[in-house]
């Protein structure tokens, strides 16, 4: 079975050559080339893979190619650039909220989903947000401040 | 001004690193374009060291921050610096670049002099630009190309004292944040090579069993297989994707069978099954003659620490490549390994090559505690590349592998005696410990202790873990020894001889079971005595730095007076880390009301001097973060055959949703040496939650992870 499944992802429509039994986490690394997703687990469990799917957060690990085909997919690399960061960018950047790092792409694609619902959300919702997201260093209280910075941006510029 | 007359804690010496690689041009390159390269031997592991090093960099030679590129610890370029561990970096590597940029600062000043003819006295520096009298000047980059960094550190060169320095102290934002964020900075999973190929590796189910049979027809029709990779009972497969290499790994487990592997320790019974197997006893420490025989009140308590798992985010990755040509054979490989020329030493052991034909280059992973799967990976990754000279194959280990193969932190069971007065003083101390070693990292040995070379058809014997000497910050009976004023004590270790479970390095080492251990036995001594915990450590400890830290954390919580709601409660320790390093002191809340989730966490450190405070927060609230996790829910699990926690759902670990909230405080000492941040909390943070839940509940848990169930249990004792 060949490709053909279409794919919109950060605005651009995509004709992908793998089989649409492919895992879409490996498509958009290994056929897209965009690196942002981060293998973790591959069952769907540490939230490193995540990507929006019209507009809702999904692990795209476990995630076959055929069942996003036609939909809209967002990735790190189409949140923001240094540019035009996404509030969510910017606001980890002035909280210095990470260590290593490596779960930030997967927590910046449910802050993200969730600052789209609300731009007041309680810490409590926050958290519960970005529940399925595992960081093993610890740097939880840093990010959670900088999804309130975002917020408080996000309502600032639309006042 | 002499900064050695003021401070006496400095001695003339030049720092390891540079004792070990003293050429100043190994360190540090100007270049007429207005950059200053600087190449360490530590590695970034999510801890913030690229930061730290610019900065002192940056802030001996008077250049803007920007101004400093990094380049990756290897093998071919970078000073040997051994591992990054053990806290160190910052105050090994960050001595070393002070020193280094204080000398080259002062060679350029004085070439400066010459072309400007004026005494370097009246030369100042801003930002690169050297200045003299009058219009007089110059700059790093114009005199790049002629002056020459191929002389040795000179100990005799001082660097700035602590109140001329501008960027260290400060905390500068990190440098390798902004990438992270926007996706662009590579980990090393996300490294293309051209030509390059995808590798896995079946490990074999159990630990210790070996291969008896391969159903090779089964592999036959594997679309995408480049080469099925067998060397005893090491199999892997190299194919041209990785989702080929995926299907094939599937079909090689099924293809294949194993017979034999070692008896797990029994998991109902680890602290008799510890203290049943082959050691070799040492004593840590003996303090007068050790305690007496007889004490009029005598308290006897056993703790337990179970195994834990490094359990990365990132699963271990390595990329390497096999040249054969006329001048024999070379192997190249990229990793995440935290110590580059150790990997190299045992690579070369492992392939009878000598080390010059290897190369190993540091690329970051994710976030890691110690010594995990990164550096096997390299040996699986150069195994399957020998199969396919002049492709390089970059090879990914699968998430179950990642928490069941990589080396584990030791299981600990721990015994401790304090002899007590009729009048309720502390006259002895003992502190025994049955675990095994700490440490099996490579290059240390002349056998290697990476995870492949046990397998191969020519084995090496498997690798028994070992402990550094105290002096060296210890392994298993690192902190083991208190820091409290007992009149006697008597320390001693127990390291086993077998290892079914492999072991080795994982953050704090031993301190974070012996720190829980011995300020859970505090507690529970002052509660015997009828005396309040605080006061109570107080009265045994004489060192100021100590006692601030004890002091700080308690107000910081308003220890006493502050009202604690009903299911909840509060706990303190504290703890010297390696008793050289850091002093750390956490109160802990703790709400009992469903499964024990710690709620908030008050801590004050001592790091001497904070290069980065900013990163010395970081660095402390993840680690304590991180300690609550294994503290309240992770365990090792096992049968007696096989590791049965290999995936997030039978190794669970901390969520948001658990996640305490944090305050760390900082006493500042910048006339004091820079002292490690990233290990400090461990201890602390598990017997505060212990004390924490004794406070609450009136039940005294000694073994983690401290969950519901064990807590029902030690009531029911
Ligand atoms: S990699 Fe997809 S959830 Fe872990
Ligand atoms: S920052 Fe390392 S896993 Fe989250």
Known sequence: MSGGTSLTVNGRSHSIASVPQAILLDVLRNELGLKAARFGCGEGLCGACRVLVDGRPVASCDTPLWSVSGKAITTVEGLGTPDAPHPIQAALIAEQAMQCGYCISGIMISAAALLAETTEPSEIAIREALDPNLCRCGAHNRVIRAVQRAAAEMRASAA | MNPAATNPAAAPALPAGLRATPRLDRWLAISAEGHVTLSPGKVEIGQGILTALAQICADELDIALERVRLLPAATASSPNEGVTSGSLSVSECGLSVRQVAAQVRGLFLAEAARQLSVATEALSVEDGVISGPGNLSTSYWELADRVSLA???????????????????????????????????????????????????????????????????????????????????????????????????????????????????????????????????????????????????????HYLKPYLAHASIGPSCAIASWQEDQQGETLHVFSHSQGVFNLRADLALVFGLPENAITVTHVE?????????????????????????????????????????????????????????????????????????????????????????????????????????????????????????????????????????????????????????????????????????????????????????????????????????????????????????????????????????????????????????????????????????????????????????????????????????????????????????????????????????????????????????????????
């Open chain 2, 151 to 301: 002389f040795d550190a000179d100990a005799a060169v001082r660097p700035k004292p602590p109140s001329r320095r501008t960027l260290a102290g400060r905390s500068a934002p990190r440098i390798d944040i902004p990438g992270k964020v926007f996706g662009t900075r590579p980990f090393i999973h996300d490294i293309v090579l051209p030509d390059m190929l995808h590798g896995r590796v079946l490990r074999p189910p159990r630990p210790g069993a070996t291969l008896s049979a391969l159903d090779e027809t089964q592999l036959s029709e594997i679309g995408g297989l480049v080469t099925l990779v067998r060397d005893g009972s090491f199999l892997g497969v190299v194919c041209r994707t990785e989702a080929k290499a995926d299907a094939a790994l599937g079909r090689l487990a099924s293809a294949a069978s194993w017979t034999g592997g070692f008896d797990l320790p029994d998991a109902q019974n680890m602290p008799s099954w510890l203290k049943s197997q082959p050691v070799e006893a040492s004593v840590v420490d003996l303090r007068g003659e050790g305690p007496g025989p007889s004490a009029p009140r005598r308290l006897v308590r």
């Open chain 2, 365 to 717: 992973g994710a976030g890691c505690y110690g010594h995990n799967g990164a550096d096997d990976a390299v040996l699986d990754a150069a195994l399957l590349a020998r199969a396919v000279p002049g492709r390089p194959v970059r090879l990914r280990w699968s998430r179950a592998d990642e928490l069941v193969r990589s080396p584990f932190g030791a299981a600990m069971a721990i015994e401790i005696a304090a002899d007590l007065s009729e009048d309720g003083a502390i006259t002895g101390w003992r502190h025994e410990i049955w675990s095994n070693g700490y440490v099996a990292r490579p290059g240390r040995a002349d056998s290697p202790a990476l995870l492949a070379s046990f397998d191969l058809e020519q084995p090496f014997p498997l690798y028994i873990s070992q402990d550094p000497s105290l002096a060296t910050g210890g392994g298993a009976q690192r902190n083991a020894v208190p820091l409290y004023d007992f009149p006697s004590w008597r320390i001693a270790k127990n390291r086993l001889l077998t290892m079914p479970l492999r072991t080795s390095s994982m953050r704090a080492l031993g301190a974070f079971g012996n720190v829980f251990a011995i300020e859970s036995m505090m507690d529970e001594i002052a509660e015997e005595l009828g005396e309040d915990p605080l006061a109570f450590r107080l009265r045994h400890l004489s060192d100021e730095r100590a006692r601030a830290v004890l002091e700080r954390a308690t107000a910081m919580a308003d220890w006493g007076n502050a009202s604690v709601p009903d299911e909840r409660g509060r706990g303190i320790a504290f703890a010297r880390y390696k008793n050289t390093s850091a002093y750390c002191a956490i109160v802990a809340e703790i709400d009992l009301s469903a499964q024990p989730r710690a709620t908030q966490l008050w801590i004050a450190v001592d790091v001497g001097e904070a290069i980065n405070p900013d990163g010395v927060i970081n660095q402390i609230e993840g680690g304590a973060i991180q300690a609550v996790s294994w503290t309240l829910k992770e365990e090792v699990t096992f049968t007696r055959a096989d590791v049965t926690s290999g995936s997030w759902e039978s190794y669970p670990i901390l969520r948001f949703s658990e996640v305490p909230a944090v305050s760390v405080e900082i006493i500042s000492r910048p006339e004091l040496p820079p002292l490690g941040a990233g290990e400090a909390a461990q201890g602390p943070t598990a017997a505060a939650l212990a004390n924490a839940v004794h406070a609450a509940l009136g039940v005294r848990v000694r073994q983690m992870p401290i969950t519901r169930d064990r807590i029902i249990a030690a009531m029911e004792l």
